[in-house]
């Protein structure tokens, strides 16, 4: 299982499990209505849970903003740094595969994708450089997107 990382309230990057919980509220007439907005939650890496149902610890599990959990890809960049859904990568000057120019990492019908699919062919990692991601660094984002 590839790991996620999502951004606390606090602006931290945490990395580890993704889970999200919603709270349910049982009520006399047998009926249960959701009572609380979904919660997702970060279980640490170095954690011996993998589920936030299963975490009686809340140490073990940090709380995130949703729109920023993504998933690793299982690539390094050139540079050895593990490439995230959200990341921007920009492409080696040198590479053949494409022009010089930055991508965003996303998940998209079963692939990542940042102007090619990741690890296929000829367009892999090992080409390019994380300069960043799309929640703290939107400024690296061009204008035109690949998505």
Same mark, same amino acid.
């Given at each position: 299982?590839?790991?996620?990382?999502?951004?606390?309230? @606090? =602006?931290?990057? $945490?990395?580890?499990?993704?889970?999200?919980?919603?709270?349910?509220?049982?009520?006399?007439?047998?009926?249960?209505?959701?009572?609380?907005? @979904?919660?997702?939650?970060? *279980?640490? @890496?170095?954690?011996?849970?993998? !589920? +936030?149902? =299963? $975490?009686?610890?809340? !140490? %073990?599990?940090? %709380?995130? +903003?949703?729109?920023?959990?993504?998933?690793?890809?299982?690539?390094?960049?050139?540079?050895?740094? %593990? *490439?995230? @859904?959200?990341? *921007?990568?920009?492409? =080696?000057?040198?590479?053949?595969?494409?022009? !010089? =120019?930055?991508?965003?990492?996303?998940?998209?019908?079963?692939?990542?994708? #940042?102007?090619? +699919?990741?690890? #296929?062919?000829?367009? *892999?990692?090992?080409?390019?450089?994380?300069?960043?991601?799309?929640?703290?660094?939107?400024?690296? +984002?061009?204008?035109?997107?690949?998505?």
């Amino acid at each position: 299982m590839r790991p996620y990382r999502g951004l606390t309230k @606090e =602006d931290k990057w $945490v990395y580890g499990w993704y889970s999200h919980v919603r709270e349910h509220k049982y009520w006399g007439d047998g009926t249960d209505r959701l009572t609380a907005p @979904e919660k997702h939650f970060i *279980i640490r @890496e170095n954690s011996k849970y993998t !589920s +936030i149902r =299963d $975490v009686y610890d809340l !140490s %073990e599990a940090v %709380e995130v +903003i949703p729109k920023t959990v993504g998933q690793s890809t299982g690539l390094k960049d050139k540079n050895g740094t %593990e *490439i995230y @859904e959200g990341d *921007i990568l920009l492409n =080696d000057e040198d590479a053949e595969c494409m022009p !010089s =120019d930055s991508f965003v990492v996303k998940y998209l019908l079963g692939h990542f994708v #940042a102007g090619g +699919i990741l690890g #296929a062919g000829d367009h *892999i990692g090992e080409d390019c450089k994380v300069i960043g991601n799309i929640h703290s660094n939107p400024e690296l +984002i061009e204008v035109k997107d690949n998505g």
